[in-house]
């Protein structure tokens, strides 16, 4: 069932973490950081929303990154009730997508209750002083890609970049719910 995370709550604090990543090393949010500002994308292995925009999203990371845009992906599903979301497959995942970008697993998912992380894929874009300014989606596509569609989270992130703030519009993420453990 798709899911849908609120409208961006300008001015929120990044909240700080430390996880291991499928590169083997472990990152917090000072080591994500960017100059111009930080973006955090809740994403997964498993779901058609996420396998959808891999592409375009690692498009979009490389190009924020040259403008001064750290970027990091976490995945926070259970992989228990979801292997396919396992720290193993994780690592598949992120070689074959061609991630450019640490890819972080939240086996306890408490960095994605402390974001109020909804649905995969759920960006959470930050500007230099860690406040919140983009929460919305990456472009039009959905479970397929929208060919030519605008890159909302690409041109929100550049205007974060530039002056600090989010544009007051934004259209908001869909994606599979994120995967809670039980109990």
Known sequence: MASTPPICDF?????????????????????????K???????????PYVKAITGLLVRDAADLAKSGIGVAAICANDAVSHPEDSFANMKIF????????????????????????????????FNAK???????RLDASRTSPVAGARRDLYEAMMEVARTGKGPKEQISSMGCSIKWKAG
Do not use: M
């Open 11 to 35: 001015g929120w604090k990044a909240r700080d973490f430390r996880l291991p990543a499928t590169d083997g090393k472990s990152y917090g949010l000072a080591d994500l950081r960017g100059p």
């Open 130 to 136: 860690d406040e919140l300014q983009y929460r919305g």
């Open 37 to 47: 500002g930080t973006l955090i994308v809740f994403i997964c292995n498993h779901c």
């Open 94 to 125: 992120a070689k074959a997508s061609g991630f450019a970008f640490p890819y972080l697993h939240d086996e306890s998912q408490e960095v994605a209750k402390a974001y109020g992380a909804i649905c995969t894929p759920d960006f959470f874009g």
